[in-house]
C-alpha cells in the first residue's frame, strides 16, 4: 500500500477549521502540520504543534499544503511554497491582484508544482449538474448566466472587499458552467456597513461565446441566497447552491389559444423538473479532486491559470465601478 500523502494547513480560522476536518477523513491523506502566526482559536490543532509560518509546513516535509490564510498573505506563502517544491491548494481568490497572481502562476509551473485555486462552488452538485446538461445539449444555445450571491457580512473577513471574496465565485463558476472567457464588464458598487471596502456589487458581463451575464452581490442581506439561473434556447436553468438543487423550466411545446394569456406569457410554460441529484460536501469532492492530481491520476481541480483570470475579471469589476464605464478584459 503506497504510504499516505502528508499534508499541511496554513490558516486555523474558520475556513482553516473545515479544511482541517476534511483532511483528517480523507482516505490516502495525513494532516501533519498546521500553521497560523495568530494561533489555533478553534482547536485545529488536535494535538499537532501550532507553528507561525509557512516555514512550519516546509520543515514538516508535507507533500501538499492547503492555504487559508487572508488573501493579503497568498502571494509570499505560495512562492515559499512553490521554493520548497510543495503542491498547493490555495483558497479563492488566488491573490489580491493579477500581478500578484500571474507570478504564482510562473512559480509553479516553472517548478513543476500541481497548484489549483479553492473556487469551491465549481464542486457543488446543483453546478456540476448543470454544466453536465448545457454540455450535453439539454438548453440547446445559452444565452444568458444569471447570480444573486447575498448575506450578511462575515466578520472574518477584512483584507477584501465583496467583489474579491464574493464575486470571484459568480465569475468563476460562470466562465466554467459556459465554457467562455469574460470579454467586458460594467459595474457599480456601494459602501454602506462603513468599511473601506465595498460591501455591493452589481454588474453585468459579455462572454466572447456571445452569452451575456448578470451578478448582484452583497453582504447586506439579512438571508443567505446563492442562485444561479442559465437561460437557452430550450428553457432555463436554476441552481440554488445553498441547497444543491437544481431545476429545469422547459419552453412549452403547447400552443396557448388563449390570446391575452400568450400576449402577457410570452414563451409558454413547459414542463419544470427538479432533478434529484447525489448530494457530497462540496469541500470534500474539492479535497479529493487536488488529492488525486497531486497523485497524477486526475485534473478535475481550478487551475492557477484559471484563478490569475477570475481575479483579472474582478479587477475589472473594480477598475468599472470607479471609472464609471465598461472595461474590457
Keep these: 500500500m503506497a504510504a499516505a500523502l502528508r499534508a499541511g494547513l496554513l490558516g486555523l480560522g474558520m475556513m482553516g477549521r473545515h479544511h482541517a476536518r476534511v483532511l483528517r477523513s480523507l482516505a ?3 494532516l501533519v502540520a498546521v500553521a497560523d502566526p ?5 482547536g485545529v490543532a488536535a494535538g499537532l504543534p501550532v507553528g507561525d509560518s509557512v516555514q512550519a509546513l516546509v520543515d514538516a516535509g508535507v507533500d501538499y499544503a492547503v492555504v487559508a490564510a487572508p488573501t493579503q ?3 509570499d506563502v505560495a512562492l515559499a511554497l512553490a521554493d520548497a517544491g510543495v503542491h498547493a491548494l490555495i483558497e479563492k481568490p488566488l491573490a489580491p491582484s493579477t500581478d500578484a497572481a500571474v507570478r504564482i502562476v510562473d512559480a509553479f509551473a516553472g517548478a513543476g508544482l500541481v497548484g489549483a485555486v479553492g473556487h469551491i462552488e465549481r464542486y457543488n452538485p446543483a453546478l456540476q449538474s448543470l454544466r453536465r446538461r448545457i454540455e450535453s445539449g439539454d438548453l440547446g444555445d445559452v444565452y444568458q448566466v444569471a447570480t444573486r450571491r447575498q448575506g450578511p457580512f462575515p466578520a472574518r473577513i477584512a483584507d477584501v ?3 474579491k ?3 470571484t465565485h459568480d465569475i468563476d463558476l460562470t466562465a466554467w458552467i459556459t465554457q467562455a472567457a469574460f470579454t467586458g464588464v460594467t459595474a457599480h458598487v456601494a459602501h454602506k456597513s462603513g468599511r473601506s471596502h465595498e460591501d455591493l456589487v ?6 466572447d461565446s456571445g452569452v451575456l451575464t448578470n451578478h448582484l452581490v452583497n453582504w447586506l442581506s ?7 439561473v442559465v437561460s437557452g434556447e430550450r428553457g432555463t436553468f436554476v441552481a440554488d447552491t445553498v441547497t444543491a438543487d437544481l431545476t429545469y423550466y422547459a419552453n412549452g411545446i403547447v400552443e396557448t389559444t388563449w390570446e391575452s394569456l400568450a400576449g402577457f406569457r410570452g414563451v409558454s410554460e413547459g414542463d419544470v423538473v427538479r432533478f434529484a441529484l447525489g448530494k457530497r460536501e462540496p469541500l470534500l469532492v474539492e479535497h479529493e479532486a487536488f488529492r488525486d492530481a497531486v497523485l497524477g491520476v486526475g485534473s478535475d481541480v481550478v487551475s492557477l491559470v484559471e ?3 477570475t481575479v483579472r475579471v474582478a479587477e475589472a469589476v473594480l477598475e468599472s465601478a470607479r471609472a464609471g464605464q465598461t472595461v474590457r478584459v
Design 73 to 75: 498573505f497568498h502571494e
Design 28 to 30: 490516502g491523506v495525513e
Design 161 to 163: 472587499g465583496v467583489v
Design 165 to 167: 471574496d464574493l464575486a
Design 202 to 207: 452589481a454588474f453585468v458581463g459579455t462572454l
Design 222 to 228: 439579512p438571508f443567505k441566497e446563492r442562485t444561479t
Design 307 to 309: 484563478g490569475a483570470r
Design 38 to 42: 495568530g494561533g489555533d482559536p478553534h
